[in-house]
């Protein structure tokens, strides 16, 4: 699965090549979530796995969004 940030989010693409969702921080709750914008697709066990792991990862600082300059 390949997380790609966009614009302070990380689309989650899985092993077919589909975005599946976006990871992306919660200022209210101090947390990165995960959310489907359409939520028409359907993740597997293996795939929810993979995301919590990388939402745990992103809030205890083992990975990072890199900031994005669009100027």
């Known amino acids: 699965m390949l997380f790609l940030s966009i614009q302070q989010e990380l689309d989650c693409i899985n092993d077919s090549g589909s975005i599946i969702g976006k990871i992306k921080f919660d200022a209210d709750e101090k947390q ?3 959310y489907q914008p359409d939520g028409v ?5 293996a795939e929810q796995a993979q995301i919590n792991e990388r939402l745990a990862g992103l809030d205890e ?5 890199p900031m994005q300059d669009d100027d």
Do not use: K, P
């Open 32 to 34: 990165h979530v995960f």
């Open 41 to 45: 697709v359907v993740i597997s066990e």
């Open 61 to 65: 600082g083992r990975y990072s969004i």
